[in-house]
């Protein structure tokens, strides 16, 4: 239980940096935002899924449209003359309309001079003595000057026409009312033409019962706008704010030319029981705005305030409600909680090849759902839970990353001298089977144990200069690696004097009696191989006058447990039990066995398992039963002397 705790422990406290500097990106992430940094992404993803939903609506729009183009200032002059004003907009009364809202400034006469006051006469009989009829007025500010709408106009008949802009004038809310100065109300143009067409339904305007700062369009609350609605940070809320669907398709709002209105018969079923909005539609009047759903064409001011005027009167039939947001508490927990799924994200990946697909995925996953609520009338983040999902998740992948890193090194210095790298790319990819926490797991399987010693290092040991006792013996331990570890299962486990011990069949264990099979073949190859090294080796080693050598061999196939020994700070990976015991028991036997009678080059000797293993590949001889020293019964006895049958030159491996 002790020890599992404190493999926990470790885990957490090796992924305890790269936890920390996620959320050191998720609180830099909320630190940006709360600048207004991500505001532009956000408004500009907000225009790719108002542009998405646009056009939705396509039945015949109640507001149509009188657009003033350069052809009717080239024959009636600019500005439209008050006279001409004036008879088009009894036409449309006379037409049926419901209303007629008139998108142009008239705070004095405009037309020829001798005409000026008639004109001007005609348009206040005409607009003074009809309700129906809303005039346009300018309220000012800090950046422009205000305009006043005509003075024979009463105040019910008058809507300010101030767009609310976003940077690069893009329009994406709406005014119900704003206040100037001195504190007065003023309503906006679009809620003077919704209501009057409403008025005919019934439908008014009132406060809401719940909120008493909110008002009621018909049985539709219509929330103000805060300054953190939705992906705003600091947005100017000033005036009773909305925000704009644009859920209407352009088509759907029809047109009526203005000289076609002046010379042809009245458009009664184009106009009647509608709203006639009339404005300019001419390249050289400068009242050009941009809107989300227009992709980057610009949108006359008379054409965004047809579709203000026609969201108003959808919102009081009650077939649609503002869009809404969630508030910024929750909004910073779903911008919180996307930083941390990244971060948890980069803690159970199986594999950090699965990072980029999964992060994309997490991706497609959070802008999905911001446009399926978008779709559903609520507008939230995705750019800042997007940014704190990538960055909180990429660094905590970073950080495991250096850490994977390291221990791929650690695993490579442990297995520094393979050759063959398919083994070595394939422990990699399947790390999880033998590491934990760092430690090679402790595993149980069947392996070939080889143990092995040179004859003549004692004596060469009290003659030789320390020097060139090191060098004589490295030259050997070199060798000797060399061959082993030239073998795909082939692993010199420890040095012990001029002792090697090394294990064949790991570490990927063997299963399969044909892959043990195989493993005691290899090293019993691997043995008689030694032996013609140590040969060549004698050969230099004579030239230059040390001594020469002789080897003992004691192979041994059975089952061990393998797995990591040391500290954190140095490890090995070793095989224990009975198998290695064994195999050096084998190595060092003596006796009637005895070694030192000898004059040949080397001894190898094997079990009955092993014996059992290579089958008739190698020259075997039978030495029958022999005492061991940590054996209750006597050990059946094998010698090699070499193969049956050379082999061709090929890669041992």
């Not at 002059?77 to 049926?96: C, H, M, N, Q």
């Amino acid at each position: 239980m002790a020890r599992g705790a404190s493999r926990q422990d470790e885990a957490m406290r090796q992924r305890a940096p790269g936890i920390l500097l996620g959320v050191g990106a998720i609180a830099l992430c909320l630190a940006l935002r709360a600048a207004g940094l991500f505001d532009g992404l956000e408004l500009a993803l907000h225009d790719r899924f108002l542009a998405a939903n646009h056009g939705g609506i396509r039945d015949e729009a109640p507001v149509v449209l009188v657009p003033i183009g350069e052809s009717e200032f080239e024959r009636f002059g600019y500005p439209i003359p008050d006279a001409v004003l004036a008879r088009a907009i009894g036409r449309l009364r006379e037409a049926g309309a419901a209303a007629v809202g008139i998108d142009l400034y008239r705070d004095g006469p405009a037309g020829p001079r001798e005409s000026e006051l008639a004109g001007w006469a005609e348009l206040e009989r005409v607009i003074a003595n009809d309700g129906g009829v809303v005039v346009s007025e300018l309220l000012g500010s800090d950046a422009q000057r205000g305009i006043a709408a005509p003075a024979f106009a009463s105040p019910g008949q008058v809507g300010f026409n101030n767009l609310l802009l976003d940077p690069g004038r893009i329009v994406r809310r709406g005014y119900l009312f704003a206040w100037d100065e001195d504190g007065t109300a003023h309503s906006s143009l679009s809620l003077q033409l919704a209501l009057r067409y409403l008025a005919r339904r019934g439908i008014g305007l009132g406060p809401d019962e719940a909120n008493p700062d909110w008002v009621k369009l018909g049985e539709t609350v219509v929330p103000a706008l805060e300054s953190d609605f939705g992906a705003y940070t600091r947005l100017d809320s000033g005036g009773y704010q909305f925000p704009l669907d644009f859920a209407r398709s352009d088509d759907a709002i029809r047109s009526l030319g203005f000289a076609s209105l002046l010379d042809g018969p009245l458009p009664g079923d184009r106009v009647a029981g509608r709203i006639a909005i009339i404005g300019t539609d001419a390249r050289s009047v400068k009242d050009d705005f941009n809107a989300p759903h227009a992709g980057g064409e610009t949108v006359k001011g008379f054409r965004i305030h047809a579709h203000v005027t026609e969201q108003l009167i959808r919102m009081g039939e009650g077939t649609a409600a503002p869009r809404t947001s969630w508030g910024e508490v929750a909004e910073l927990a779903w911008i919180t909680g996307w930083g941390a799924a990244g971060i948890g994200l980069s803690l159970l990946l199986g594999s950090l090849g699965w990072a980029v697909p999964a992060f994309a995925a997490g991706l497609v996953v959070l802008i999905g759902s911001a446009a399926w609520l978008f779709a559903s009338g609520v507008w939230i983040p995705a750019v800042a839970p997007a940014f704190a999902w990538v960055v909180g998740g990429g660094v905590a992948v970073g950080d495991r990353a250096r850490r994977e890193a390291r221990d791929q090194r650690e695993l490579t210095m442990m297995f520094r001298r393979f050759t063959s790298r398919r083994v070595a790319d394939w422990m990699w990819d399947r790390r999880d089977e033998f590491l934990e926490d760092g430690r090679f797991k402790a595993r149980r399987g069947t392996i070939t144990a080889l143990l092995s010693d040179l004859k003549g290092y004692t004596a060469a040991a009290e003659k030789m200069e320390p020097g060139e006792l090191i060098e004589w013996i490295d030259t050997y331990m070199s060798a000797m690696s060399e061959v082993i570890e030239r073998y795909d299962k082939g692993h010199v486990d420890d040095y012990v004097g001029d002792g090697i011990k090394a294990n064949f069949g790991v570490p990927v264990l063997s299963e399969t009696e044909e892959e043990i099979a195989a493993d005691a073949v290899a090293a019993v190859r691997c043995a008689l191989e030694m032996g013609r090294t140590l040969e060549r080796l004698n050969e230099g080693w004579a030239e230059v006058g040390w001594p020469v050598g002789r080897q003992r061999i004691g192979l041994f196939t059975g089952p061990a447990v393998v797995g990591s020994l040391g500290g954190d700070e140095r490890q090995k990976y070793t095989s224990v039990g009975d198998t290695i015991n064994t195999a050096a028991r084998l190595e060092g036997i003596g006796g009637e066995l005895d070694f030192d009678r000898e004059t040949a080059l080397q001894r190898i000797l094997i079990g009955e398992r092993t014996r059992e293993l290579i089958g008739d590949r190698f020259e075997v001889e039978d030495l029958g039963r022999h005492a061991v020293k940590g054996k209750a019964e006597p050990l059946q006895i094998y010698r090699v002397h070499g193969e049956r049958v050379a082999r061709a030159e090929e890669d041992p491996t």
